[in-house]
């Protein structure tokens, strides 16, 4: 008996656009807002309570890796922000607009690690142990688990639109839950002290924190290319299945990294 609706969870990617573009424009206001007060109060630190040696170079750093991460967040909130925008415009529930619902989560997705990474940092400067310890959890495993399920639902969702039918038993389905549980496997294999000492070193400096920053940044450039190619193709466009593969096997490379550099960040102290 046919479904009736073809979407895994009955969900129309067109109504919902501007509820997503409206939180994305929240986040990005937040990002913002920490922003203007680690700039106020890095004015007052250097003002009222100046450090000095180590400790002071130790400071620095850390906001400037929070700052960092903040901005380069901000700018992929204010892009995902326009292109679920772009997608609310479209006036049919067709395979294009599917596409471009599945390229804005990826924007989206990519920019909510992205602040959280600087969430870690900062409450990592600060030298805040508990709240860095439950955000580090957080930015390393609920939110690459929950972010990554949710692109891989507007992934099956786009792929249904295209075939008439729910794709979650098709071999697509399967690739995207094996992802899925493999982000949470290296996430346990992370969290134990081996696996912290292994790639602690190389992953806590700021070469690791700009060419995270670097990354997301890119993503969010070349989704704004992809809802700009999708936007003048026909309703009846969709990314083929072995595109999804090849696009859900990349994005599980980019969340797997933000494992390892978000677990990184509480050895920074060690890795000297």
Not at 185 to 195: F, I, N, P, Q, T
Not at 234 to 249: H, L, N, T, Y
Request: hydrophobic residues 55%; neutral net charge.
């Amino acid at each position: 008996m046919k479904p009736t609706c073809e979407t895994l969870l009955c969900h129309d990617v067109i109504r919902s656009a501007i509820a997503y573009s409206t939180m994305a424009g929240v986040l990005a206001s937040v990002a913002f807002l920490g922003i203007v007060f680690l700039l106020e109060s890095r004015h007052l630190d250097n003002v009222l309570h100046a450090t000095a040696g180590k400790e002071a170079a130790r400071s620095t750093t850390g906001v400037e890796n929070v700052s960092v991460s903040f901005i380069t967040a901000f700018l992929n909130l204010i892009i995902a922000t326009f292109l679920y925008a772009a997608l609310a415009g479209e006036d049919v529930l067709a395979p294009r607009a599917g596409t471009l619902g599945f390229i804005a989560a990826i924007a989206l997705s990519i920019a909510f690690l992205n602040l959280l990474y600087g969430v870690v940092w900062l409450f990592e400067t600060w030298e805040l142990g508990l709240p860095a310890n439950v955000t580090r959890t957080i930015a390393a495993l609920i939110a690459p688990g929950v972010t990554f399920a949710f692109v891989s639902i507007r992934a099956l969702d786009m792929l249904s639109l295209k075939e008439g039918s729910r794709a979650t038993r098709s071999w697509v389905g399967v690739l995207v839950l094996v992802l899925l549980c493999g982000l949470v496997v290296l996430y346990a294999v992370c969290a134990r002290e081996r696996g912290r000492t292994f790639h602690a070193r190389r992953l806590a400096g700021q070469a690791a924190v700009q060419a995270t920053n670097y990354a997301a940044l890119g993503i969010g450039i070349l989704t704004v290319a992809g809802t700009a190619t999708v936007s003048e193709l026909g309703d009846s466009f969709a990314i083929p299945r072995w595109g999804v593969a090849v696009s859900m096997v990349a994005l599980f490379l980019v969340f797997a990294s933000d494992i390892l550099v978000v677990g990184a960040v509480h050895r920074q102290d060690d890795s000297g």
